[in-house]
């Protein structure tokens, strides 16, 4: 049963095996990021690194199905600013 205020997941064992072996893998050459003291702070700060890389994404992706076609084909640079 998880703390108040926390949830349970659950994942497949190859998700569970390559997360293991990367939190490992930091925590061995102390290299975790800042704050990460666990294997379950790690999964967590890199579901959160994947949800924000992944809003950013959408966000982009929005401008760009409204380049015409002409464009992609002519592999023109496009600077997309806000």
């Known amino acids: 049963m998880p703390k108040p205020g926390f949830r349970a997941i659950t994942i497949s064992l190859e998700s569970y095996e390559k997360f293991d072996s990367m939190y490992n ?4 050459d102390n ?9 379950s ?12 890389e992944k809003k950013a994404c959408e966000k982009l992706a929005s ?4 380049i015409p076609e002409k464009f992609l ?10």
């Open 31 to 39: 290299a975790l990021p800042d704050g990460i003291t666990s294997f």
């Open 63 to 66: 401008k760009i199905t409204n």
């Open 73 to 82: 084909e002519q592999k023109t640079v496009i600077r997309i600013t806000n």
């Open 25 to 28: 893998d930091l925590k061995n």
């Open 41 to 52: 702070g790690y999964v967590t700060h890199k579901m959160a690194l994947h949800a924000k």
